[in-house]
């Protein structure tokens, strides 16, 4: 019998075992959190479940594939509607594309050229700039992954997105802010170094080095994503497949699953105990050795210079792990779609469009390299016609 004639049933059960039968159709995987996984040959399955990504899963039929069904009444879920800003009025609609659109382009303008600088001027070769590149990057990603989404519902009446575009929605925003958190503290204790040990400086944060910490921050937020996503989609949705929010936020997807919410949300509290309290921690900390080392020694202008620099710094980074923080660290029973989309907005759209400017914007370096850029774009544009 050829390859395409058969089919396994396969189960992989508590007592750890494999039940092979036979069957005249093609290879599907559903799990416990009930969403296809797509075609599959029994050696990709296998390492499925070496890898853990599903602790319950079948082969089935094609014509007998289940997805997201409710034990209660047979349900299906295979999308789910954001509710988002549906509730609004026409014009406050309008208005509000008007805004965040706005918002999305100037992050996306300002980001874009941070990038562009930061990779293409000689001049700006320190690792303060090379991590000012990268940040710029993440922004680009973190906001990309929510807004355009958001804006297409503010002007049509259908807010559906698939499971599958939850799903990845979710672990996109989960690495990319993940990524961003260990980033920022990064940044901050390579602030530290410059201020307080200035002769080591060179040393300490070398080209190697700077490549490993944004290495270690894109593979930690790569790999803690598919933790926290396999968390919020490990139970069958079996309740209101509503989202109360203009994206697929994992607390609000785990509500809606009919299993116990209790094991998932633990977990995501744990993670982000480690993912935003402790480079918080650690930011605080180096900004506050910075502003103890320079008020020791600088001049009146000078320390109203850094106490500047420093609070618009520390600014940022309250305003994106604060809200990170109410998101993913509060209990469920403070939450509400009145609380939840205005913090939700706060991390996903503000904070990457103010980066630029207290970050980049505020930087004479930053500046001169602007103005060199534009000269060498207006000389190419005065060269071609």
């Known amino acids: 019998m050829s390859y395409s004639d058969t089919s396994i049933f ?3 059960n508590t007592a750890n075992f494999l039940e ?39 082969f089935y039929p094609s014509s ?16 789910f509607i ?10 406050t609609r309008a208005l509000l594309f008007a805004i965040f659109l706005s918002f999305y382009s100037l992050a996306m303008a300002m980001n874009g050229l941070i990038i562009f600088i930061t990779w293409t001027d000689p001049r700006l070769n320190s690792p303060m700039y090379f991590f000012l590149g990268h940040l710029s990057f993440l922004d680009v990603c973190f906001i ?14 259908n807010h559906t997105v698939s499971f599958v575009s939850c799903v990845t929605q979710t672990y996109l925003v989960f690495s990319v802010g993940v990524a961003e958190c260990i980033l920022l503290a990064f940044m901050a204790y390579d602030r530290y170094v410059a201020i307080c040990h200035p002769l080591s400086y060179a040393q300490i944060m070398s080209r190697q080095v700077c490549v490993r910490l944004v290495g270690a921050a894109w593979f930690f937020g790569l790999i803690d994503g598919i933790l926290l996503e396999y968390m919020s989609f490990r139970n069958p949705f079996c309740k209101d497949n509503r989202i109360e929010n203009f994206f697929c936020e994992a607390p609000i997807v785990i509500a809606l699953s009919c299993g116990d919410p209790q094991f998932s949300m633990t977990v995501i509290f744990a993670d982000a105990i480690v993912v935003l309290l402790s480079p918080m921690v650690l930011i605080v900390t180096s900004y506050a050795r910075i502003l103890a080392s320079i008020l020791g020694r600088a001049s009146s202008s000078g320390r109203g210079k850094t106490f500047s620099t420093c609070a618009s710094h520390l600014t940022v980074v309250v305003f994106f792990y604060s809200s990170a923080m109410f998101s993913y660290m509060n209990p469920r029973s403070t939450h509400g779609p009145d ?10 759209i503000i ?3 103010c980066n630029p400017i207290i970050y980049s914007f505020r930087n004479k370096e930053m500046k001169g390299a602007m ?3 534009l000269w060498r774009t207006s000389q190419a544009q005065a060269e071609s016609v």
């Open 351 to 353: 904070t990457p469009m």
């Open 10 to 12: 396969i189960t992989l």
């Open 64 to 79: 007998s594939r289940p997805q997201a069904v409710d034990p209660r009444n047979s349900s299906t879920v295979t999308e």
């Open 339 to 348: 609380k939840d989309k205005p913090f939700s907005l706060l991390y996903t």
């Open 371 to 373: 103005v060199r850029a």
């Open 144 to 157: 990309t992954t929510t807004i355009p989404q958001m804006l297409i519902h503010l002007v049509v009446k």
């Open 82 to 91: 954001l509710v988002g800003f549906e509730q609004s009025s026409p014009s």
């Open 20 to 58: 092979f039968t036979k069957f005249q159709n093609v290879y599907h995987c559903s799990s416990i959190p009930f969403y296809t996984v797509g075609l599959l040959s029994p050696t990709q399955y296998l390492l499925c479940v070496i890898l853990k990504l599903s602790p319950l899963c079948f």
